[in-house]
T-cell receptor
Framework: ETGVTQTPRHLVMGMTNKKSLKCEQH?????MYWYKQSAKKPLELMFV???????ENNSVPSRFSPECPNSSHLFLHLHTLQPEDSALYLC??????????FGSGTRLTVV | RKEVEQDPGPFNVPEGATVAFNCTYS??????FFWYRQDCRKEPKLLMS???SGNEDGRFTAQLNRASQYISLLIRDSKLSDSATYLC??????????FGDGTTLTVKP
């Protein structure tokens, strides 16, 4: 498998649920990212991991918790979300000064 | 002022037209520049990097003007399949990436 793979593609969860989004990259990149894209809004950077260390946390609420166990895998743990958290969550990876490769995203609906 | 600004459009052009998008950036320390394409309800995909000397890939030409701090994307002979949102991305040397809000292009028959 190549590129950046995200699962699940779609997720519907209640406000009291706990779920996790998974991202895996097969490109040998050294940085991974979580972005949020709400309807008709630009991409918002959430978290950056470089060489498995979190280097940026863009004032994201604590109900979103990232985890990067190794350079190929990235998780986003979700708990007690709000309806306004419904969005497309995109994982991306990059190497050096190269551009991003994005996964297909998880379309999340909080009910 | 936003760090990266794009004309949101929409740009509505007929097939075969030439269309150009500009993107301005405010951080003079910016080092690398990219254009991405995002189709409706899909992820952004890298279209092309933008090099100082300008670069071309088929019908697409990207230019960088460091003095005026803008990048541009020119699409010649537009196809229906070019309809999408085009995002410019500006990276600093520290590796910080900033996305523009995107410019929407619709190519009509």
């Amino acid at each position: 498998e190549t590129g950046v793979t995200q699962t699940p593609r779609h997720l519907v969860m209640g406000m009291t649920n706990k779920k996790s989004l998974k991202c895996e990259q097969h490109l040998g990149h050294n940085a991974m990212y979580w972005y949020k894209q709400s309807a008709k809004k630009p991409l918002e950077l959430m978290f950056v991991y470089s060489l498995e260390e979190r280097v940026e946390n863009n004032s994201v609420p604590s109900r979103f918790s990232p985890e990067c166990p190794n350079s190929s895998h990235l998780f986003l743990h979700l708990h007690t979300l709000q309806p306004e958290d419904s969005a497309l969550y995109l994982c991306a990876s990059s190497q050096g000064r190269g551009g991003y490769t994005f996964g297909s995203g998880t379309r999340l609906t909080v009910v | 002022r936003k760090e990266v600004e794009q004309d949101p459009g929409p740009f509505n052009v007929p097939e075969g037209a030439t269309v150009a998008f500009n993107c301005t950036y405010s951080n003079s320390a910016s080092q690398s520049f990219f254009w991405y394409r995002q189709d409706c309800r899909k992820e952004p995909k890298l279209l092309m990097s933008v090099y100082s000397s300008g670069n071309e890939d088929g019908r697409f030409t990207a230019q960088l003007n460091r003095a005026s701090q803008y990048i541009s994307l020119l699409i010649r002979d537009s196809k229906l399949s070019d309809s999408a949102t085009y995002l410019c991305v500006v990276n600093t040397n520290a590796g910080k990436s900033t996305f523009g809000d995107g410019t929407t292009l619709t190519v009509k028959p």
